[in-house]
């Protein structure tokens, strides 16, 4: 079922502040409660699997035309969930 893995990422990555809206035709017909953070970090760790070198759907999607468009958006979903944190600005001291 690793493509539902991507399908309810989806769904929880569609709650965090960068995330895009399920669409309508094919996400939950009706809204759904505040995720709990931790299924934030269980999608991550679902996100990484499928895309994984010994992951069939990923070597399903490499051997398809549009699986570079296919990773990206897998790897768009985890930048969602995950996001890099941004390098500080200021030094706090100097060594």
Known sequence: MPDSAVAAA????AQRPDGEPT???YGPSAQLP???EDLRTLAVD???????????LAELWGEAANGPK???DVTHLRGVLDPPIP?????LFEI
């Open 23 to 25: 669409c309508s035709n």
């Open 10 to 13: 989806a769904v929880v990555a």
């Open 34 to 36: 505040e995720f709990p």
């Open 70 to 72: 296919w990773r990206q």
């Open 87 to 91: 390098p500080q600005e200021e030094v």
């Open 46 to 56: 679902a996100l990484d699997q499928v895309v994984a070198e010994l992951s069939e």
